[in-house]
């Protein structure tokens, strides 16, 4: 038992924050050369996803906290079970990642501490309303 609470004492902090992508994926995200993709256009009354953290203006740091927040039009609400999020230019499914370390409810999902590789990162998030309608939204950021 002693050796148990002696081995969580020396686990460093940054070790229990849930990892979203590893430098390979981030790597050759980064590399691939630019992939022709339709252009989404959202649909009227579509729900908007709304960036609170991290603070895309500033200067990041890994561990990060991530939250985004749905905003569905009355009288719809976002399904939940419509989460999904991809990762960078081959768009890898990264949304069990992120549900692992994270809270997701209709009115949004947060993520206390999530690590990322330093570098750009690029995540597409989709939601859905109650109403089919289709959310998206592009989060681009870098983590020095």
């Known amino acids: 038992m002693n050796k148990l609470i002696l081995l969580l004492a020396l686990v460093s902090p940054l070790a229990c924050a849930q990892s979203l992508v590893s430098e390979q994926e981030m790597r050759d995200s980064m ?3 630019a992939q022709p993709r339709p252009k989404f256009v959202a649909e009227k009354d579509a729900p908007k996803i709304v960036v609170v953290a991290p603070n895309l203006a500033g200067n990041l740091s890994s561990p990060t906290p991530i939250q985004v927040n ?3 039009a009355n009288p719809s609400s976002v ?14 499914d990264i949304t069990q990642r992120m549900l692992s370390a994270a809270k997701l409810t209709s009115t949004g999902v947060s993520a206390p501490s999530v690590t990322l590789p330093a570098g750009t990162h ?3 998030v989709y ?18």
């Open 79 to 92: 399904k939940p079970d419509s989460f999904k999020v991809l990762y960078g230019a081959f768009q890898i």
């Open 31 to 33: 590399n691939a050369p």
């Open 122 to 124: 690029k995540l597409h």
């Open 70 to 72: 749905f905003e569905a």
């Open 127 to 144: 939601v859905e309303d109650t109403a089919g309608r289709k959310g998206y939204r592009l989060v681009e950021f870098t983590i020095n």
